[in-house]
């Protein structure tokens, strides 16, 4: 197996609503924002390749959404899905399997594309097929009035109406082991229902691929919960949990929306868990 970190583009969030309850004089000492109050978000995705399947854990937002779409998140930097798979030797044929952690755009937006002429969507990955969980995909379909902004048609439905959409079967507890892909999934109900959180066993490593569970390296803290989330104190619990076993079995976390550390770990301290160590994908991958 090798992995590989895959930079789709880089863009700019709302401090205040990526760090919720927590006060700006705070958060802004490792998330420093601009003077619009924008801080600098990653999305960064992950390329696992085992044997004759190639699988792309989330896809960026992609390049469909119009001027006007863009220009509220600030797009900044030159990351492209084609430019870092070109650098492996790989392009977008010759993805087997896109495993989407959930369908908030900035995740699975790159998913789909216009087709040729813009006359109609299409996958992005022609010969891929799409991994979501049925709990998560009936939640997106029929988003609540909170979401509805972060669920856009045009990024979810092709992958159904290709044929191309598969749903993991999912375990009784919240967190178990994808036969379809080959990696330990911990599901997280606190930023939106049944968000994935994938575990690869890498090595004599645990990688974790942290999707919004822990977006930053400046969110460990429990209570530093994104005001994105729809049960926040449901996230309190699902942290404490998680981090609290990332520090007891040294998992490396692969920040998907930090934009200036992309791995690091954690360790148990008096004031709970905290960052330890912070590496660049080269050190680990």
Same mark, same amino acid.
Request: aromatic fraction near 12%; charge should be negative.
């Given at each position: 197996m090798?992995?590989?970190?895959?930079?789709?583009?880089?863009?700019?969030?709302?401090?205040?609503?990526?760090?919720?309850?927590?006060?700006?004089?705070? !958060?802004?000492k490792?998330?420093?924002?601009?003077?619009?109050?924008? &801080?600098?978000?990653?999305?960064?995705?992950?390329?696992?390749?085992?044997? =004759?399947?190639?699988?792309?854990? +989330? $896809? @960026?937002?992609?390049?469909?959404?119009?001027?006007?779409?863009?220009?509220?998140?600030?797009?900044?930097?030159?990351?492209?899905? +084609?430019?870092?798979l070109?650098?492996?030797?790989?392009?977008? +044929?010759?993805?087997?399997?896109?495993?989407?952690?959930?369908?908030?755009?900035?995740?699975?937006?790159?998913?789909?594309? !216009?087709?040729?002429?813009?006359?109609?969507?299409?996958?992005?990955?022609?010969?891929?097929?799409f !991994?979501?969980?049925?709990?998560? !995909?009936?939640?997106a379909?029929?988003?609540? *009035?909170?979401?509805?902004?972060?669920?856009?048609?045009? =990024?979810? &439905?092709?992958?159904?109406?290709?044929?191309?959409? =598969?749903?993991?079967?999912?375990?009784?507890?919240? %967190? @178990?082991?994808?036969?379809?892909?080959? %990696?330990?999934?911990?599901? *997280?109900? @606190?930023?939106?229902?049944?968000?994935m959180?994938?575990?690869?066993?890498?090595?004599?490593?645990?990688?974790?691929?942290?999707?919004?569970?822990?977006?930053?390296?400046?969110?460990?803290?429990?209570?530093?919960?994104?005001?994105?989330?729809?049960?926040?104190?449901? $996230?309190?619990?699902?942290?404490?949990?998680?981090?609290?076993? *990332?520090?007891?079995?040294?998992?490396?976390? %692969?920040?998907?929306? #930090?934009?200036?550390?992309q791995?690091?770990?954690?360790?148990?301290?008096?004031?709970?868990v905290?960052?330890? #160590?912070?590496?660049?994908?080269?050190? &680990?991958?």
């Amino acid at each position: 197996m090798k992995l590989y970190p895959i930079e789709s583009g880089n863009f700019k969030l709302d401090g205040g609503a990526m760090f919720g309850v927590v006060p700006k004089t705070i !958060w802004n000492k490792t998330n420093p924002a601009d003077s619009n109050n924008l &801080i600098d978000i990653a999305a960064r995705c992950l390329l696992i390749e085992d044997g =004759n399947r190639l699988i792309l854990i +989330d $896809t @960026g937002m992609g390049d469909k959404q119009s001027e006007k779409f863009f220009g509220y998140y600030s797009l900044w930097g030159s990351h492209s899905i +084609d430019k870092s798979l070109a650098e492996y030797g790989f392009n977008r +044929d010759d993805i087997t399997d896109v495993f989407m952690t959930h369908l908030h755009f900035d995740h699975c937006g790159g998913s789909v594309q !216009w087709n040729s002429d813009k006359t109609f969507y299409e996958p992005a990955f022609k010969n891929a097929k799409f !991994w979501t969980n049925e709990n998560h !995909w009936q939640w997106a379909v029929k988003p609540n *009035a909170r979401e509805k902004a972060s669920f856009l048609t045009e =990024n979810i &439905i092709p992958m159904q109406e290709s044929g191309q959409l =598969n749903f993991i079967e999912r375990p009784e507890s919240d %967190f @178990g082991f994808s036969k379809e892909l080959g %990696f330990g999934i911990f599901y *997280a109900d @606190g930023h939106t229902e049944k968000q994935m959180i994938p575990h690869i066993q890498y090595q004599d490593k645990t990688i974790v691929f942290c999707a919004d569970l822990l977006a930053t390296a400046g969110h460990i803290p429990l209570p530093y919960v994104m005001g994105y989330d729809t049960r926040p104190l449901l $996230t309190l619990d699902e942290k404490a949990k998680f981090l609290n076993s *990332a520090a007891d079995n040294n998992y490396y976390l %692969f920040l998907e929306h #930090d934009a200036h550390n992309q791995i690091i770990t954690v360790e148990h301290t008096e004031k709970g868990v905290r960052l330890k #160590d912070v590496f660049t994908c080269e050190d &680990i991958l």
